[in-house]
């Protein structure tokens, strides 16, 4: 039976200019899983009126939202280097004296999968009730190939799941060094050989469809990551890179070179490696949870405007620099702190961020697609972009069926 | 039937140094709707062990949260305002032209109690289920003496249910000029008494417990509210008072004059208008979703403590300058961009908050308080202060009965 959507529906983008198609009233038919129809709702065909169907009455509907870039398969908290960060310590600092990832590493190392599996899927259901549909989640708290392996067995398992949002795996391969690494340079290149040797056998076993490397001045060199890139497109993955957080080491241009799906963070980034990205079709990943974290400026948004990004929003989601499990919050942040028009942030976290997964059908409503698709319990998608701090989110299907329902709080 | 609460319990203040007591492992011990015993897990009496009860585990259990500035009362959306505001536009600018507090006046007006009292009450759920149990709301959106009537009418109604927050009620007396105030001297003159009027007639109807004026530049003088504290405490009602939010113009010192019991926003405030305050007891409640809304400096919080002025942290929730209904959501940022401790940010959402409120039995876990209390799925306090942006509360209670229930996401 067919279900008929009604309220101020926002499509997706209407040009390339980053604006808005938006029907209002408008009307969305989802059957069977998908985008049946959508168009203005006096326009709705009489062949669906005529249909027994459900009809939902919402404020607003939208796409379902997109979350491109997380780290949500971790355990364990780090809330003591939070407050350690507010007192002004840096991050780099707190992670030289073995907080930090390596924390998260210690963390991982003490779970099974199925206890990351159980601290991924709780923190997806939030995720949901959030209006979040597809989520990036990447590893990199194993940090050691069996304990990467592990992690992203616990994201497969979790991905498996029809009632949560669906899930895009990433091999965070490079990501920060294992005590073991530490020691001299030959450790250090172990380390990286290592992770590099992985690909091959994570793309084998269906574990992966990214991989990803942390390029920046106290992480990774572009000429570490290079090689993990071409082992990545060797074995058909996609490339996506964490890049110029802290400095401009090469990683936009490195980015550019490797075709990578998207380059992230980018608070440091030059107009140079930012038109190199541009040239090449890279993704910009505009990360504003993090930023506030770490009490950092704003990344140079005019720049990438000029340069013609793509702009996506994501929430960073990890235990040290971005405590969060919300996408609208860093829509919110987006806004109010990077200064992206409403356009911007909603295209950013839900067209744009799914072609950055490679995911050519999600992120907008349009006849076929897969209903991944949220009615808000707010009348614009203006007031998305406020900083609610709660869960505005009615109902959210994936695929058509629903993956969180809010309790009918006024009753 | 006693309830055992096991887990890291946070009891409240430790002592008048902004310290918390904790007990870990703690427990605590519901009956009959208040706390019964309280202190270190070893120590729990063998009489509660032996009897029967029910017994829940959480990794973090604190007093119930308490929001002491909202406009929660609100109906309508002003999204647009935001949108304005996020491309520079002043809020008294956005006031000017008939936005702002005006546009919420005007919603009221086409709404009947039951809507109003119906946003409320959902507003209020979402409320709970981030971890508040008691929300102080203010009226101010009616403006004319009616419609202020009717905004309280609808706070009332929600008051009474037992399955929300607990209630505060505030007369917000003096927030704006309604349309026909604005024309000259004499009809703003009749407009502030005409409010000073009702608080009689409010405060016989049981319809507040406090009185509240916007002392600023653009909003009220010092004169003008002064006659309203005389009222209010003629009435046997308490005061608070909006004051310093984007001028100096004396608030704090009338403030200090009226024994009022709190002054709240304080961005603007002075040396010498905080030392008045703290030397007349009135609480400093800091509103730090609104300042990062209006893209402000923060107030001068090392000047609030050399004072020794108690800091209440509150969301400030309204349709124009805080669209948020989070007051964890203003904690993490208390933390972020104000500076304030975690031990300060806590008491400020509990204990201090109760202070201010006139509710001294609220707000600490002690024994034979009423059991407003938090189970958090968060391992320790200073994880509270993280921007989430979604519920982590396992199970809120309210005089020992449960206002939220996460449901049980991992399943």
Do not use: C
């Not at 009604?6 to 938006?22: K, M, N, Q, S, Y």
């Not at 993704?283 to 949870?289: D, E, I, K, R, V």
């Amino acid at each position: 039976m067919p279900t008929i959507f009604t309220g101020r529906v926002v499509a997706g983008p209407r040009d390339e200019r980053a604006a808005l198609l938006v029907f209002d009233p408008g009307a969305v038919v989802v059957e069977a899983g998908r985008v049946a129809w959508i168009g203005p709702r006096e326009a709705l065909p009489s062949t669906w009126a005529r249909e027994a169907f459900a009809r939902i009455d919402a404020p607003l509907v939208t796409a379902g939202l997109v979350d491109a870039h997380t780290h949500a398969a971790w355990v364990g908290s780090r809330h003591e280097e939070y407050v350690m960060k507010l007192r002004g310590e840096g991050y780099e600092a707190i992670a030289a004296r073995g907080g930090g990832i390596a924390a998260s590493m210690r963390a991982v190392e003490q779970a099974s999968v199925e206890s990351i599996a159980d601290a991924l899927a709780a923190r997806l259901a939030r995720m949901a009730s959030l209006g979040v549909t597809t989520v990036e989640v990447k590893s990199g708290y194993g940090l050691r190939a069996a304990l990467e392996r592990r992690q992203l067995e616990a994201i497969a398992r979790v991905s498996a799941r029809a009632d949560r949002p669906r899930v895009v795996a990433t091999y965070l391969a490079l990501h920060a060094l294992p005590p073991e690494a530490r020691g001299s340079d030959a450790a250090r290149a172990a380390h990286v050989a290592a992770a590099i040797a992985l690909v091959a056998e994570l793309a084998r076993a269906g574990l992966a469809s990214f991989v990803d490397a942390y390029v920046d001045r106290n992480a990774f060199s572009v000429d570490e990551a290079r090689p993990l890139g071409d082992a990545a497109r060797a074995a058909g993955l996609g490339v996506r890179l964490h890049i110029g957080q802290f400095a401009d080491v090469g990683g936009a241009e490195l980015a550019a070179a490797l075709g990578a799906a998207s380059g992230d963070h980018l608070e440091s980034t030059s107009r140079a490696g930012l038109d190199a990205m541009a040239r090449a079709n890279v993704a910009a990943t505009l990360l504003p949870l993090a930023s506030f974290v770490l009490g950092q400026a704003p990344p140079d948004v005019a720049a990438m405007r000029a340069a013609g990004l793509r702009l996506v929003v994501a929430s960073d989601a990890n235990p040290g620099t971005a405590p969060s499990e919300s996408l609208p919050l860093a829509m919110a942040f987006a806004a109010r702190l990077y200064g992206l028009s409403t356009a911007e942030v909603i295209l950013g976290a839900t067209r744009n961020a799914a072609l950055a997964l490679g995911l050519p059908d999600r992120g907008q409503l349009v006849v076929g697609a897969p209903a991944d698709l949220v009615a808000w319990d707010l009348p614009h998608e203006e007031a998305l972009l406020q900083p609610w701090g709660v869960s505005r989110a009615r109902l959210v299907l994936r695929d058509g069926a629903p993956i969180h329902e809010a309790s009918r709080v006024d009753a």
